[in-house]
């Protein structure tokens, strides 16, 4: 999880947690309280924008520098600095959560198309030396899915679904209960 360190002027030292989006500014509410009085109440917002984090300057009266540069909207680094006012501050990521390079991923049919080429080329060399009989290689999509040991309905493992889905399933199987129960009333008294 990236960190933000002031690093110069009021508040130096201070340390800031990325764990969701925090606004930089004067009101001591903001994730990053800025103690300066060339800041604007919600100057900034820093926000996760898919693996990175992003820095948004909020229409303030003074502007936000990124390395030098003034900016309205920028993807943040790992070391770049960020001054609002007279405060700078650093963007530092974790060991953990610096980027991890990008490896070309096949995929499930993708692999197995290529297996069963490399395979089938090797089956027919065979059944030319050998004059048998060359089987196909078919394959159908295989599907995973999670097992449970805990409550299913069904079959099947609610915990999977969305809230409103596991909400509406549950009030789908009340409903059937209770018409199941009514019709049941109904045929018994008359």
Known sequence: ???????????????????????????????????????????????????????????????????????????LKDGDEIVIGTVTMRYELLEADEPKPKVERKTLDAAFEQAATEKKAGAQAAHAAEGGVQLSASHKPLQFNKVSAGRNMFGFDLSQMSDTAQLLTKIGVFVLLLLIAWFSYNAATG
């Open 1 to 75: 999880m990236p960190k933000v360190i002031i690093i110069d002027g009021p508040g130096a030292g201070e340390e800031y947690l990325l764990e969701r989006s925090v606004i930089a500014g004067r009101l001591p509410s903001n994730g990053i309280p800025l103690k300066d009085k060339k800041s604007s109440r919600e100057h900034a917002k820093i926000y996760r924008q898919g693996q990175d984090y992003a820095i948004v300057d909020l229409n303030s009266s003074n502007g936000t520098m990124v390395n030098g540069q003034k900016v309205t909207k920028r993807v």
